[in-house]
């Protein structure tokens, strides 16, 4: 996973967090360009799930978009994915949907305690 990240400073012997993003801003049009700055490469695999994921999605070999539209077992939040459900399904991404596609959301963890 790359995201975005902010800027950091050695000082007095310890690491300061700065108040300034690393690089562009990994949204949208950033993706891209911040994938390939930290990697050297652009993306053989990724996922998405909303419109700000599409310029990512555009240059990596397998682009699968993550559908998030199942209110009974997960939040369903499809706003801020209207666009990349229409490319997606336009240039021939692989779309998966939690309500559709996914059997388990949340596993139950039986050896859960709550000391």
Known sequence: MIGSAPEWTYRDGRLVRQNVMHGELALGPGK????????GRLPRFAAGNGDVDIEMLDVAQFALVL????????????AGADRILHVGAQRGWTMASIKNDWSTVFAEDKEQHLD
């Open 32 to 39: 891209p360009s911040h994938l390939f700055a930290r990697t």
């Open 67 to 78: 559908v998030h539209d199942d209110p009974e077992r997960e939040h369903a939040y499809t």
